[in-house]
Nanobody, 127 residues
Framework: QVQLVESGGGLVQTGGSLRLSCAAS????????MGWFRQVPGKEREFVAG????????YNEDSVKGRFTISRDNAKNTVWLEMNNLKPEDTAVYYC????????????????????WGPGTQVTVSS
């Protein structure tokens, strides 16, 4: 069983930055694609960013273009989400997730495609 734990959330003012971390258990982290999602009450979980096994990245361009950066370190079993120029609409619970069997060269956007999830970390951006 793979376990994920997010950290780094908190309260920040508009224009501020946060760096979310997601630590994974297990020995096959390097074979997974990873995703960051976010969710606000009453709405579906939204894809934020994903990173493939080979560290190619994909972003929700409409929401986070040019402001967020996803990265990973397979030796540390960790994926990060660097968030800059935060806006009140970025307020949400942020989740990291594992896609155990990612198609080669492809990063999936649908939450249903991911197999394991962390408990989430709250990000609140004040105006």
């Amino acid at each position: 069983q793979v376990q994920l734990v997010e950290s780094g959330g908190g309260l920040v003012q508009t224009g501020g930055s946060l760096r979310l971390s997601c630590a994974a258990s297990g020995r096959t982290f390097s074979s997974y694609a990873m995703g960051w999602f976010r969710q606000v009450p009453g709405k579906e979980r939204e894809f934020v960013a994903g990173i493939s096994r080979s560290a190619n990245s994909l972003y929700n361009e409409d929401s986070v273009k040019g402001r967020f950066t996803i990265s990973r370190d397979n030796a540390k079993n960790t994926v990060w989400l660097e968030m800059n120029n935060l806006k009140p609409e970025d307020t949400a619970v942020y989740y990291c997730a594992i896609d155990q069997n990612p198609p080669i060269g492809f990063i999936r956007r649908r939450a249903e495609s991911y197999d394991y999830w962390g408990p989430g970390t709250q990000v609140t951006v004040s105006s």
